[in-house]
């Protein structure tokens, strides 16, 4: 289903091309997914998952340091690699058709809530020196512009070395030492 999406889009992901895709009947497609929109909807939760999951395997700095915490996360967003690349361009796709379809657009908003209320709490613990900074406000902030500048990376309008600029930046104004 992702490699359809990433290569073709959603509209060329039909059961039957899902199903040849997987090597696999397309009744046996239809008896898992029932239809399109649900195979549609568990393919981006399943996204979504595995997202998480290579993040969780891939963030390797020390946990006690939120900052280094934070910064892994934030580069998850941004396609610096060839797995990261494809799942944008996946995701992008379902966000295109997630503005038309409210249930797609669950999955979307849950996940990003989750995320920013974590990223919000990271902020908030390295908070020590009193800072009037909006843990929450700031969250916001980071997840858009991590995923602004996810954008900017894959249609080549910023370099990597660019991005991670931007990114230290932001998280330099916000963990001074």
């Known amino acids: 289903m992702w490699r359809i999406a990433a290569t073709r889009g959603l509209h ?35 996204l979504h998952a595995d997202n998480e999951q290579r993040a969780q395997t ?15 996360i934030l580069e998850e967003f941004l396609p610096l690699d060839e797995p990261r690349r494809v799942a944008w361009r996946v995701l992008a796709a379902y966000y295109a058709y997630s503005l038309v379809d409210p249930e797609l657009a669950k999955v979307f908003q849950q996940n990003d809530r989750d995320l920013e209320r974590f990223v919000a709490t990271l902020i908030e613990r390295a908070q020590h020196d009193g800072s009037a900074a909006d ?43």
């Open 12 to 46: 060329a992901a039909s059961m039957r091309e899902v199903a040849t895709e997987a090597g696999v009947s397309v009744r046996v497609v239809q008896y898992h997914f029932g239809g399109k929109h649900a195979l549609l909807v568990e393919a981006l939760r399943l």
């Open 58 to 72: 891939r963030i390797t700095t020390d946990l006690t340091d939120p900052r280094a915490v934070l910064r892994g």
């Open 135 to 177: 843990p929450e406000r700031e969250a916001e902030m980071l997840m858009s512009c991590a995923v602004g500048l996810g954008s900017d990376l894959l249609h080549g309008r910023r370099t990597t070395e660019a991005t991670h600029a931007v990114l230290d930046y932001h998280l330099d104004r916000l963990f001074v030492t």
